[in-house]
Structures are given as C-alpha cells and as structure tokens.
C-alpha cells in the first residue's frame, strides 16, 4: 500500500476510536513518526494532509530540517540536556520530558530565543525499567518543581509509551492509568500549566489508546512500513 492509503486508513481506525470514546476524529491529533525515513517520503505524507511529524534523534531532525516542508515537528525521544540547544527552536513540542534537569536546560535555551516551549511530560505507568519516563508518584512533583522554575515552559500533557503487548488489549490498562493522571493533574491551577495532548498509542496499540483517552496517537510503522535501522 502507498503512504497515501496507508495514512487514509490509520485516519479512518483513529476516526472511528474517537467516536467509540464519545469524541470526534479532529479530537484526535495523528503525528507522523518518520524516523529512519526519507525527506521524500516525508514530504509525501505532507502532501496527504499530514499537519505534524515525530522524530526521537536530535542529529534527524537537524538533517532533515531544511529539506521537509512546512510542517510542526514533535521530538518525541530520549533527549539529552546537551542537545536541546540544536532543537529549541525547530520543535513546537517535547513529548519526553522526565527530569527537572532537563526542564530547566529547555527552560534556559527557551528564554536566549524568546519562546515558550511545550512541553508533555512522559510518564511510565508500567514501571519498565528498560524505558525512560516517570512513575506516577514523581509526576505531581516533577510538574511542580517545573512551574516553580521554569517560567519559559508551557506544560501542556503527558506521554507514555505502554509496554510492548503481544495483545494491545493488555495495553489499556497502563493507558487507562495515564488518563487518570491526565485527569487529575491537568486539574492544577497554574498560569504555565494547560493541559491540552495526552500523547499515546503506536501502530500496534493506537485503537486502543484512543479508547482510554488518547488525544494524540504517534504512528510510523504503518504509515511508513518497517523502519531499515541497518542504514542507521
Ligand atoms: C518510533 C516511535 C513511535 C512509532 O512507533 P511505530 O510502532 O512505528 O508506530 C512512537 N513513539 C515513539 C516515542 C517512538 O520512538
């Protein structure tokens, strides 16, 4: 299938999950996640009416910056407090958010551009410890020491990546943990916290995610086809 039909369809299976969850298909954001893909596949996607992509390497997005049309990039990775600098100002939001470290260096390179970051803070509901992100007991506080430092940055949601499940049905429970979180926290009253994306679902478990509350899905493997990690 073409990128045409594939992005046509994940539209039509996220479109009806929203209205399975009592919401509508434009309630749900779909970011593309286009690592280890082409600036001509990206450019692609665009012109199907993709309005966001996702990358999780800093040097990709660097590469790809100047040959991808308009488009708001989404850095949905690790991200290490030394490469914020190169991203600051190309990113319109940060999904991975999991130290005050790392707040506080967006914060600073956010105030040398005259910006507000977005930011999403990424929570691990699951407890891996092979995955970054925050258990749900650090993340009222990691969300106040960050309004309490960070006046550059606007605290806008939360991220999670559930575990890898055989069955994306046993996925829902680790998304149903976030949207309770979402929920209550998005209750704080604060000028530089507004709670707008709750960021998750993949190709595997977006259907799912969505039915628990998922506002923005994160879908490259069924966009794309399977990523080549050997050119990497
Ligand atoms: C790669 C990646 C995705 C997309 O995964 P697919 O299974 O290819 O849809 C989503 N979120 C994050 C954080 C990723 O790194």
């Known amino acids: 299938m073409s990128i045409r039909e594939n992005i046509e369809h994940i539209r039509s299976l996220k479109d009806a999950a929203a209205v399975r969850s009592g919401r509508s298909g434009e309630d749900v954001l779909l970011v593309a996640v286009t690592k280890l893909h082409t600036v001509d596949e990206i450019n692609e996607a665009i012109d199907c009416g993709i309005t966001d992509i996702g990358e999780n390497k800093v040097q990709e997005i660097m590469d790809k910056y100047e040959h991808v049309k308009p488009v708001r990039w989404h850095l949905i990775g690790h991200l290490q407090t030394?490469?914020?600098?190169?991203?600051?100002d190309k990113v319109s939001m940060i999904h991975s958010v999991d130290s005050l470290h790392l707040a506080q260096e967006i914060d600073k390179r956010a105030a040398q551009h005259g910006l507000a970051m977005d930011i999403l803070v990424q929570v691990n509901s699951a407890r891996e410890e092979s995955k970054f992100g925050i258990t749900t007991d650090e993340t009222e506080q990691l969300l106040h020491d960050i309004l309490d430092t960070c006046p550059n940055i606007r605290i806008r949601g939360l991220m999670c990546i559930a575990p890898f499940e055989e069955n994306p049905e046993d996925a829902r429970v680790y998304f149903a943990a976030v949207k309770k979180q979402f929920d209550q926290f998005g209750k704080i009253s604060h000028p530089n916290l507004d709670f707008r994306?709750?960021?998750?679902?993949m190709s595997g478990d977006f259907e799912v995610a969505i039915e628990e509350g998922s506002n923005l899905i994160r879908v490259g493997t069924s966009i794309f086809g399977a990523r080549d990690y050997s050119k990497k």
């Open 82 to 88: 030394n490469k914020v600098k190169y991203i600051i």
């Open 197 to 201: 994306y709750l960021s998750m679902g």
